[in-house]
């Protein structure tokens, strides 16, 4: 696991809910943090992956508003899927290796630098990892 928290990064924060597409501002439902935590390895089977790019969907729109299934406690880092680097492993990572080029979909959190998760909830992407 990591050692203690040792940097920030920016993300993609919805504080409040409300308008999607409300320009962001002091008062908007998202804002642009520069200092949010970077996420750390919280089990032996976690992976950090710095994050190359995400998708902009509806789902997300809806969780600005509240009406989405899922509604994570606010604030909360927004976006649902991407991919990326492995950045960092945990002791019982097994699948992927730092520098190995990974996606995934994820319930939040992908609106961000980076993002932690589970070994078992990445595609990996390189050939050379994919098992025939």
């Known amino acids: 696991m990591d050692s203690p928290q040792?940097?920030?990064m920016r993300a993609l924060i919805c504080r409040k809910l409300g308008d999607p597409t409300a320009p962001i501002s002091e008062t908007s439902?998202?804002?642009?943090?520069?200092?949010?935590?970077?996420?750390?390895?919280?089990s032996p089977?976690?992976?950090r992956i710095r994050i190359k790019?995400?998708?902009?969907?509806?789902?997300?729109?809806?969780?600005?508003?509240?009406?989405?299934?899922?509604?994570?406690?606010?604030?909360f880092?927004?976006?649902?899927?991407?991919?990326?680097v492995v950045e960092?492993?945990?002791k019982g990572v097994t699948r992927v290796k730092v520098g190995d080029?990974?996606?995934?979909i994820t319930g939040q959190d992908s609106y961000a630098e980076k993002v932690v998760v589970d070994e078992k909830e990445l595609f990996c992407l390189s050939l050379e990892q994919q098992v025939v």
């Open 53 to 75: 790019a995400v998708s902009v969907n509806y789902g997300t729109s809806l969780q600005i508003m509240g009406k989405y299934q899922e509604k994570p406690p606010l604030p």
């Open 29 to 42: 439902p998202i804002f642009v943090s520069s200092h949010h935590p970077v996420p750390q390895l919280t």
């Open 88 to 90: 960092a492993v945990g």
């Open 6 to 8: 040792t940097g920030t």
């Open 77 to 84: 880092v927004l976006g649902s899927d991407f991919s990326g």
């Open 101 to 104: 080029r990974v996606c995934a």
């Open 45 to 47: 089977t976690s992976v």
